[in-house]
């Protein structure tokens, strides 16, 4: 048998005249009669005797053989039985797997969505707990945070705290960051904890629950602790989950625990984690808001930091931009001649153009991260998913193939050349499926896409294949129809737009600072960065003179660092000749400032960053 999995073999039936039992043994199987269908255990085959139908709900599993089959036959029909049956149970156990990693990945972007929206600390706060308990069915979640003891040593704060099963149970304390606590032992390691029994806990590792339980007559049972990173990748606090359960609205006792709760599953701890560090980072956000008065300078670095470890592949972008637009201010201040004659900036407009430069992207944390770093055009995993969904097509087609060449024996016509020719449809068939899934992988790429592509894509989203119950699908569902047929880059309009939207949200946050009156220009400055002069930039479609002459001089540096940057994942790198080409051409087209640019070249500005 090809098959590693151990089948049990049943039968309904007179079976007697295949010699059927000897069979059997020959191959390491045994029989057993089907006596009933509700505690047949799988994976199984059903054989049943020629006066006798399958088992209801059975059908899928069951097999009757020919009166007339020879021992040969039925060995053969016996083997591709079993391979079938386990084909399909492997299909079922990826399908499954797909709906669950496209069910955490649609989960994952709501949250994001969700954290990145809310403004107000305590809504916050709750929103992470609850959606952590909806997760995991968990009966109670506490939210610490990391801060500092009387003495400078690091303490951890109850920050905030749920229970389905007992009302009011926040209490405002801290526990210090050692071994003696769950939570304190989790962030001094850096590592998410799994207990099955909070009071018989792994080796080496602290028990927890009893305190809170004694308090509030309660039992903890599961528990699992995962520590908060924030964009640093520093552990700045920990979320704690307790009791797991069947149903998430039970409410327990301390009877009912045993029959109640269950273990967290391992298989969601990944997903629990990347909600922590970006419940870590949205809080840490908050946090950063909350101190901009008081922390300014320091405060402007930090953000570029958070803006280029949340892409890390636009690292330095601001800083080059920031180093190429003050050095092209610098030079059109010392002109003597031309459009620009009279500009003469300040010290405190060279701080102020340095600090638009600087947090001109900052409006990129409220992008959602699958879009700020998205390298291909399809989602992380969907091309995952697309090439399992084709896997499945492809075994279909092999039982396809091979069902048709058993009948063919069996009927008498399987002659040498009707099986080579069956063989030979079945290769075209599976070159045809590995011609597409390139296809697929090749329009996935930030590339122009060729009309060969394109028409092969539309004839995949329209073309179907069947599922195990024998209902219709496309070969490519419509949202990765959409995403594979991006003509240019790796963004939909629609995700377009939001990443464009980026350039409002720098606005908004920038507005909320209280400049000093000598800096109130920042918010504008970086409103403007990728306006043009012919009004067709965004978001507001200004034009000619509504654009400050220091966002004019930033959308030049903006432009040549994006063509020039080498560590950008959707696009190559292109030569600073032929960066300064393309520049050349918007100015001719009237979007870019010409005289600007002319300073831009003479003065040789572009070798600021490029002999970086």
């Not at 990129?364 to 291909?376: N, P, T, Y």
């Not at 309009?493 to 220009?521: A, D």
Request: charged share 25%.
């Amino acid at each position: 048998m090809k098959t590693a999995q151990a089948f049990h073999v049943y039968v309904l039936g007179n079976l007697d005249q295949f010699g059927f039992t000897k069979l059997l043994a020959d191959l390491g199987l045994e029989a057993e009669p089907l006596i009933d269908p509700g505690q047949l255990v799988r994976p199984a085959l059903v054989v049943v005797g020629s006066d006798q139908a399958a088992p209801e709900g059975l059908a899928d599993i069951t097999i009757k053989p020919p009166a007339d089959a020879s021992p040969a036959a039925l060995r053969e029909l016996l083997r591709l039985a079993m391979e079938n049956i386990a084909l399909k149970q492997e299909v079922a156990q990826l399908e499954e797997q797909a709906r669950r990693l496209h069910r955490q990945f649609e989960e994952l972007n709501r949250i994001g969505i969700a954290l990145s929206a809310e403004k107000d600390i305590a809504k916050l706060q709750h929103f992470i707990l609850m959606t952590m308990r909806q997760l995991t069915n968990a009966d109670g979640a506490s939210l610490w945070l990391k801060t500092v003891g009387d003495h400078d040593e690091p303490m951890l704060f109850l920050a905030s705290s749920q229970n389905t099963s007992i009302d009011n149970t926040y209490q405002a304390f801290k526990v210090p960051v050692d071994e003696r606590s769950v939570v304190g032992y989790t962030v001094s390691v850096g590592t998410s904890q799994i207990y099955d029994d909070a009071y018989h806990p792994p080796a080496g590792k602290p028990q927890g629950g009893k305190g809170f339980d004694a308090q509030f007559g309660y039992r903890t049972k599961s528990m699992l602790t995962v520590p908060m990173r924030n964009y640093k990748d520093e552990v700045v606090g920990a979320i704690q989950l307790i009791n797991a359960k069947r149903r998430f609205e039970t409410h327990l006792t301390v009877d009912s625990v045993e029959a109640e709760v269950v273990s967290f599953r391992p298989e969601d701890l990944e997903m629990i984690e990347s909600i922590a560090s970006q419940a870590a980072v949205a809080l840490d956000n908050k946090n950063l808001l909350d101190s901009i008065q008081a922390l300014f300078d320091g405060f402007v670095q930090a953000s570029v930091t958070a803006i280029e470890q949340r892409d890390p592949s636009t690292a330095g972008h601001s800083g080059r931009v920031e180093a190429l637009t003050t050095a092209l201010a610098k030079a059109v201040t010392g002109l003597g001649a031309g459009k620009y004659r009279d500009v003469h900036l300040t010290e405190d407009q060279f701080k102020e153009l340095r600090y638009a430069c600087l947090l001109h992207d900052f409006g990129k944390v409220g992008v959602r991260e699958h879009i700020l770093i998205k390298a291909k055009k399809l989602m992380p995993g969907q091309l995952e998913v697309i090439q399992s969904r084709f896997q499945f097509v492809e075994r279909s087609v092999q039982v396809k193939y091979a069902t048709e060449k058993l009948e063919a024996m069996r009927s008498g016509r399987g002659s040498t050349t009707v099986l080579d020719e069956i063989d030979k449809r079945l290769a075209e068939e599976l070159a045809q499926l590995n011609q597409w899934v390139q296809s697929i992988a090749s329009a996935n790429e930030p590339t122009v896409l060729p009309e060969d592509k394109a028409s092969t894509l539309e004839f995949l989203s329209q073309q179907p294949y069947y599922d195990m119950s024998g209902q219709p699908h496309p070969m490519l569902d419509p949202q990765e129809f959409r995403f594979l047929s991006i003509r240019k880059g790796t963004l939909d309009p629609q995700e377009r737009l939001e990443m464009e939207s980026h350039v409002t949200h720098s606005f908004h946050f920038l507005t909320k600072i209280p400049w000093t009156p000598v800096m109130r220009g920042i918010p504008e400055i970086a409103y403007g960065h990728h306006e043009k002069l012919d009004g067709s930039g965004y978001p507001r479609r200004l034009s000619g003179d509504q654009i400050p002459v220091q966002a004019r001089m930033m959308t030049i540096s903006d432009i040549f660092d994006a063509l020039t940057a080498q560590d950008r994942p959707y696009k190559r790198a292109v030569p600073v000749r032929t960066a300064l080409d393309i520049l050349h051409a918007e100015a001719e087209d009237g979007k870019l400032d010409k005289d600007l640019l002319d300073v831009f070249v003479a003065k040789k500005i572009y070798h600021v960053t490029s002999d970086r």
